[in-house]
Antibody
Framework: QVQLQQSGAELAKPGSSVKISCKAS????????ISWIKQTTGQGLEYIGY????????YYNEKFKGKATLTVDKSSSTAFMQLSSLTPEDTAVYYC?????????????WGQGASVTVSS | NIVMTQSPKSMSISVGDRVTMNCKAS??????IAWYQQKPGQSPKLLIY???NRYTGVPDRFTGGGYGTDFTLTINSVQAEDAAFYYC?????????FGGGTKLELK
């Protein structure tokens, strides 16, 4: 079955970076884009962007440009999101999700989430 | 960006009741809406796409409706396992945006 397995919780200091992974299994990795979504209690769900797992092409929500960098390693069927220059406002649960096979940002499988806490 | 507004923010329902929750878009989005269910401690799960299409494996007590700016998610004969947050999402245009969610509690 389709599974997205994310890396574990991160505790980071302000100004540092973290890199979250999302390992896919149960389907052909390069046939579907991977999206990333931020969830906080205050702001709810926010769409960060997606990566085309075949070409490596990316789209970023304007709000997250410069904050998030999406990459992919096809050999291991893993997508990554690096968050840089962390501030307490980056404290959240971050999800990866598969887009498709329905077009248009319909996310039919989600990872379990990775908690990022930014604190000095 | 198009703003998605969900109402009510929370509702308390008895098992077996019928419940309808709402999602309003700030602009016409056609049928480009998806609904997700998120139970405590879990990730969201796709329920409905393109406003009224039930995703594979979703029980037929879940029904989506609406077009343009006003959308609904109806659960017929609510079950105990339906206690969750429900989110609408505008799809198809960038960036996709989510509503603030409706919390469904069981009495």
């Amino acid at each position: 079955q389709v599974q997205l397995q994310q890396s574990g919780a991160e505790l980071a200091k302000p100004g540092s970076s973290v890199k979250i992974s999302c390992k896919a299994s149960g389907y052909t990795f390069t046939s579907y884009d991977i999206s990333w979504i931020k969830q906080t209690t205050g702001q709810g769900l926010e769409y960060i962007g997606y990566i085309n797992t075949g070409s490596g092409g990316t789209y970023y929500n304007e709000k997250f440009k410069g904050k998030a960098t999406l990459t992919v390693d096809k050999s291991s069927s893993t997508a990554f999101m690096q968050l840089s220059s962390l501030t307490p406002e980056d404290t959240a649960v971050y999800y990866c999700a598969r887009e498709g096979p329905l077009p248009g940002y319909v996310m039919d499988a989600w990872g379990q989430g990775a908690s990022v806490t930014v604190s000095s | 960006n198009i703003v998605m507004t969900q109402s009510p923010k929370s509702m308390s329902i008895s098992v077996g009741d019928r419940v309808t929750m709402n999602c309003k878009a700030s602009q016409n989005v056609g049928n480009n809406i998806a609904w997700y269910q998120q139970k405590p401690g879990q990730s969201p799960k796709l329920l409905i796409y393109y406003a009224s299409n039930r995703y594979t494996g979703v029980p037929d007590r879940f029904t989506g409706g609406g077009y343009g700016t006003d959308f609904t998610l109806t659960i017929n004969s609510v079950q105990a396992e339906d206690a969750a947050f429900y989110y609408c999402q505008r799809i198809y245009n960038s960036p996709p945006t989510f509503g603030g969610g409706t919390k469904l509690e069981l009495k």
